[in-house]
């Protein structure tokens, strides 16, 4: 027998661990002497190795109780085991809820640096469009399969860029460079400024499309929304894309001028 001051300081738990265990029935002293003294024998002493291991690993006390509770020694090997598989499978849930929390935390980010607050309600019906989609790499990837023209090759390139709301160094950087396209809406798409902007997202873009400056231009259309309606990427309304194709267009323009020189 141990008594409970010393089952606590082996085990390097408080004694008011120890009672609250006894409190909610998870563990009772083996004996409580007349002057109130608890002591333990080596079965709960193997019984309170069990929790300590259980709890640090995710189990809360409840599930713990649940699983300790009127086990027979020839059922406890497969109590185990499933209990410890349903532990499995409830972190995963857990870990695809926080990812694709993340995704949407990084989406509303970046989507709030590019067109404020003021636009918010497109973007939650944009994310409840995307609850049954599944993840991938901690984002959700765009969808192709309306593209019939798009070849195979094609598509798995559009699949490799950066998405807003990723948290790639790319996206990030991508993010920057529509951030700055928007601060300058208010001003002349053909400013030094704004042409120098227009070189780098232009020489980015292509980059990232690997040089299909074909794919590149369709792309560009494809997520191009209607007037007034919801962008279908995030953040990137029809205003917007109007001054960037004002910004890259000059800037295209004028770059063809100066080889012609």
Known sequence: MIRIGDLAKTANISKRTLYHYEHIGLLQPTRVSENGYRFYDNQ???????????????????????????????????????????????????????????????????????????????????????????LSDGIIPA?????????????????????????SNKAEELVRLLE???????????????????????????????????LLDRYWEMIRPADGATPVVMGMDSAMMSFVDEMIGYYLGHREENRHE
Request: no cysteine; hydrophobic share 40%; proline share 3%.
């Open 44 to 134: 709960a002493v193997i019984r309170l190795q069990k929790i300590l291991l259980l709890k640090s690993i995710g189990y809360t006390l409840e599930q713990i109780k649940e699983l300790l509770q009127n086990q027979s020694p020839a059922d406890e090997h497969d109590h185990w085991i499933a209990s410890l598989h349903e532990q499995i499978e409830l972190i995963e849930r857990k870990k695809e809820e926080l990812s694709r929390k993340q995704y949407y935390l990084r989406s509303t980010l970046h989507t709030v640096r590019l067109k404020g607050t003021e636009h918010l309600q497109d973007l939650m019906q944009v994310l409840a469009a995307m609850n049954d989609r599944p």
């Open 180 to 214: 700055q396209a928007v601060s300058l809406m208010a001003s002349s798409p053909y400013s030094s400024e704004a042409q120098t902007l227009a070189g780098r997202l232009y020489n980015m873009a292509l980059d990232l499309f690997e040089g299909n400056e074909t």
């Open 143 to 167: 969808e192709f399969r309306e593209e019939p023209s798009l070849t195979v090759e094609e598509v798995e390139l559009l699949k490799r860029l950066p998405i807003l709301g990723g948290g």
